[in-house]
């Protein structure tokens, strides 16, 4: 059986919002990565930023089943400052060699979705099996529901779709 993982950071809610839309329709289980320093606060959103801009390694703390149990797992995380946000980098660099199959959705304000996948794919040394991309706008007007429980259609065995692909969010 191909089982599939759900494995998210959310800073907003915004992409745990989406995540648990995911999970829901195909009754897959939700893991979540946790800062381990609360980002509260201005301060927390200046982390944000130089997370993502020096490529930082934040410290996290993941809740949910583990990810080695499951032959797929769907990463779920917002782009900051056009980089993917520095705790799903933790989470992918300390997982990377237990990470069999990775599907990627980047949830964002407008771009940024090709710097993150490029860096999942060189920290893992291999792209993703499929990705796409979501912008905010999309998430809170539910625009972009049909893509996505279609983007988790095509993880499911037997899917004639199950292949590397990348579709970037349409501009907004």
């Given at each position: 059986?191909?089982?599939?993982?759900?494995?998210?950071y959310?800073?907003?809610?915004?992409?745990r919002?989406?995540?648990?839309?995911?999970?829901?329709?195909?009754g897959?289980?939700l893991?979540?990565?946790?800062?381990?320093?609360?980002?509260?606060?201005?301060g927390?959103?200046?982390?944000?930023f130089l997370?993502?801009m020096?490529?930082?390694?934040?410290?996290?703390?993941?809740?949910?089943?583990?990810?080695d149990?499951?032959?797929?797992?769907?990463?779920?995380s917002?782009?900051?400052?056009?980089?993917?946000?520095?705790?799903?980098?933790?989470?992918?660099?300390?997982?990377r060699?237990?990470?069999?199959?990775?599907a990627?959705?980047?949830?964002?304000?407008?771009?940024?979705?090709?710097?993150?996948?490029?860096?999942?794919?060189h920290?893992?040394?291999?792209?993703?099996?499929?990705?796409?991309?979501?912008?905010?706008?999309?998430?809170?007007?539910?625009?972009?529901?049909?893509?996505?429980l279609?983007f988790g259609?095509?993880l499911?065995?037997?899917?004639?779709?199950?292949?590397?692909?990348?579709?970037?969010?349409?501009?907004?």
């Open positions: 059986m191909d089982s599939i993982l759900v494995v998210c959310s800073y907003t809610g915004t992409t919002r989406l995540a648990q839309l995911l999970c829901s329709h195909h897959w289980p893991g979540e990565i946790l800062d381990e320093r609360p980002r509260a606060g201005a927390g959103t200046w982390r944000c997370d993502s020096l490529r930082r390694h934040p410290e996290i703390r993941y809740q949910g089943p583990d990810p149990d499951f032959h797929t797992v769907v990463l779920m917002p782009i900051w400052v056009y980089r993917l946000a520095g705790p799903m980098r933790s989470f992918i660099t300390t997982r060699d237990t990470l069999r199959r990775v990627v959705i980047s949830t964002m304000g407008s771009a940024g979705a090709s710097n993150a996948l490029a860096e999942i794919a920290v893992l040394g291999r792209p993703p099996i499929l990705s796409d991309a979501f912008t905010t706008r999309e998430i809170e007007d539910g625009s972009g529901t049909a893509r996505l279609a259609d095509r499911l065995p037997g899917s004639a779709q199950r292949q590397a692909t990348f579709r970037p969010a349409s501009a907004t």
